[in-house]
């Protein structure tokens, strides 16, 4: 699937969602559905880049 993403925010985005869909640490484990994934820093480190790019984006349109 190849979207055209109009903002950086939106490219991070996507790339978050491509790791999360690709990464196993991200993944429940369906055979311990009780336990959270364990933290993955790699998803971290997208989630952060999203939020800042999410956040500049916001305050340069207000
Ligand atoms: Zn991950």
């Known amino acids: 699937m190849t979207a ?3 903002s950086p925010a939106g490219a ?3 790339a978050l969602a491509d790791h999360s869909l690709g990464c196993p640490t991200c993944r429940p ?3 311990r559905p ?3 994934p364990p933290e993955c820093p790699q998803a971290l480190e997208l ?3 999203w939020r800042r790019a999410w ?3 916001r305050s340069a349109a207000a």
């Open 4 to 6: 055209t993403t109009a």
């Open 12 to 14: 991070a985005f996507d």
């Open 29 to 31: 484990d369906p055979d």
């Open 34 to 36: 009780g336990l959270a």
């Open 47 to 49: 989630y952060r880049a």
């Open 55 to 57: 956040r500049s984006e």
